[in-house]
């Protein structure tokens, strides 16, 4: 089963239900793969492309800075 990715400036860490992560290359990619009736109506929506997982695995999440505590300045 494929992953979806979103590159809407709006995307979440859930759409529709469905838990995304942050992309390396930007966007946002679902933590899981889909089954082909939901990436059909991710894909019916402007922004949403289908992915395949690099290496045969789950995407790996970009490590971002907590919200509640900022990154430290230098």
Do not use: W
Request: hydrophobic share 35%.
């Amino acid at each position: 089963m494929p992953y979806v990715l979103c590159t809407r400036p709006n995307a979440s860490g859930n759409i529709n239900g469905f838990p995304f992560v942050p992309h390396p290359g930007g966007g946002m990619v679902s933590a899981d793969d889909l089954p082909e009736d939901v990436v059909a109506n991710f894909l019916a929506i402007p922004g949403y492309s289908r992915v395949a997982p690099a290496g045969g695995s789950a995407p790996e999440p970009v490590a971002a800075p907590s919200p509640q505590k900022p990154a430290k300045s230098k």
